[in-house]
T-cell receptor
Framework: GAVVSQHPSRVICKSGTSVKIECRSL??????MFWYRQFPKQSLMLMAT?????????EQGVEKDKFLINHASLTLSTLTVTSAHPEDSSFYIC????????????FGDGTRLSIL | RKEVEQDPGPFNVPEGATVAFNCTYS??????FFWYRQDCRKEPKLLMS???SGNEDGRFTAQLNRASQYISLLIRDSKLSDSATYLC?????????????FGTGTSLTVIP
C-alpha cells in the first residue's frame, strides 16, 4: 500500500532554532499533502494544506510566517518551524493521499518536537 | 458546529465484548468516510473505509447512514490489542480541493 515517510521522528533543540520536517510519498505522487499538529491527549489539528507548485493554504490561527511550507515536488513537502519556542513543542504529522476522493489519507510516522 | 463529532469515551470493556462507536458529520456534501486507529504517541493508521452498503473486515463492521449523517464502527470479540483511540474521518471536496475532517477520537480500553 501507499507509504508516507516523515523525517526526523524526534527533534530536541533550543528555543530560537528553526526546525525542518520532511514528508515524502514513497510510491505515489501527491499533489496535496496535509500537515497536522497534535498536543497530548488532544485530537489532530489541521495546520495547513500543502499544494505542489503553489502556496500552502493555512488554517485559521496558524501563522504562515511561523510555519513555512514548501511543496517543490510531487513526492516531497517540508514544514519549517521558524524560531521555535517551547509552546511549539508538539507531535507534527503529515499525510498524503493518492488524489481520488474515495482514497484514504496515509500518515507519516510523525515528528515529536521538543523545544527546550 | 464541528464537521465531525465523536463521543470521546473512554470506553472500558472486557475482553470478548462487543463495542460500538458512532460518529456524526455535519456536511451533507461529505463524500468519503474512514475509520482510523491511533495508538498512544503514534500516527493514525487506516482501519477501514466505510462504504454506503456497509462493510466488514474480520471482527470490524462499519456502516454509513447518509440520511442521518452518521457512521458507526462495531468491534466484536474485543481483544486487548484493540485498545486505542478510534478516529472518524470524513472527506469532501470544497472549492480548494480535497479536505479531510477528523473527529476528536473515541478512546477504547479492553480489560483482561
Amino acid at each position: 500500500g501507499a507509504v508516507v515517510s516523515q523525517h526526523p521522528s524526534r527533534v530536541i533543540c533550543k528555543s530560537g532554532t528553526s526546525v525542518k520536517i520532511e514528508c515524502r510519498s514513497l510510491d505515489f505522487q501527491a499533489t496535496t499533502m496535509f500537515w497536522y499538529r497534535q498536543f497530548p491527549k488532544q485530537s489532530l489539528m489541521l495546520m495547513a494544506t500543502s499544494n505542489e507548485g503553489s502556496k500552502a493554504t493555512y488554517e485559521q490561527g496558524v501563522e504562515k510566517d511561523k510555519f513555512l511550507i514548501n511543496h517543490a515536488s510531487l513526492t516531497l513537502s517540508t514544514l519549517t518551524v521558524t524560531s521555535a519556542h517551547p509552546e511549539d513543542s508538539s507531535f507534527y504529522i503529515c499525510s498524503a493521499g493518492q488524489g481520488a476522493r474515495d482514497q484514504p489519507q496515509h500518515f507519516g510516522d510523525g515528528t515529536r518536537l521538543s523545544i527546550l | 458546529r464541528k464537521e465531525v463529532e465523536q463521543d470521546p469515551g473512554p470506553f472500558n470493556v472486557p475482553e470478548g465484548a462487543t463495542v460500538a462507536f458512532n460518529c456524526t458529520y455535519s456536511n451533507s456534501a461529505s463524500q468519503s468516510f474512514f475509520w482510523y486507529r491511533q495508538d498512544c504517541r503514534k500516527e493514525p493508521k487506516l482501519l477501514m473505509s466505510v462504504y454506503s452498503s456497509g462493510n466488514e473486515d474480520g471482527r470490524f463492521t462499519a456502516q454509513l447512514n447518509r440520511a442521518s449523517q452518521y457512521i458507526s464502527l462495531l468491534i466484536r470479540d474485543s481483544k486487548l490489542s484493540d485498545s486505542a483511540t478510534y478516529l472518524c474521518v470524513v472527506n469532501r471536496i470544497p472549492g480548494t480541493g480535497n479536505q479531510f475532517y477528523f473527529g476528536t477520537g473515541t478512546s477504547l480500553t479492553v480489560i483482561p
